[in-house]
């Protein structure tokens, strides 16, 4: 599902706003922390988790180019589509 970083919280968490219109609470996973650096605005891809509908697993971000061809393309939602 994609999601915007709306905040970093520290400690390899993020408040991301899901295109379902929840907000929730990310976990960046140790693999991409240490290899994607993540900031406020980047467009995500998460995984909600299923016991707790609250939180999600970060699992990609997307560069600004990426970002631009998905746009490019009417990928993105339209209720997330802040590029």
Not at 22 to 40: A, N, T
Not at 56 to 72: C, D, F, P, S
């Amino acid at each position: 599902m994609f999601a915007i970083a709306d905040k970093m919280l520290g400690g390899g968490r993020i408040r991301v706003m899901c295109e379902d219109g929840k907000s929730r609470m990310g976990r960046i996973p140790g693999k991409l922390k240490k290899r994607m650096w993540m900031r406020e605005g980047d467009l995500l891809i998460v995984k909600p988790w299923d016991f707790q509908d609250d939180k999600a697993e970060v699992e990609y971000r997307y560069t600004r180019t990426q970002v631009n061809h998905l746009k490019r393309r009417n990928d993105i939602p339209s209720n997330i589509d802040i590029f």
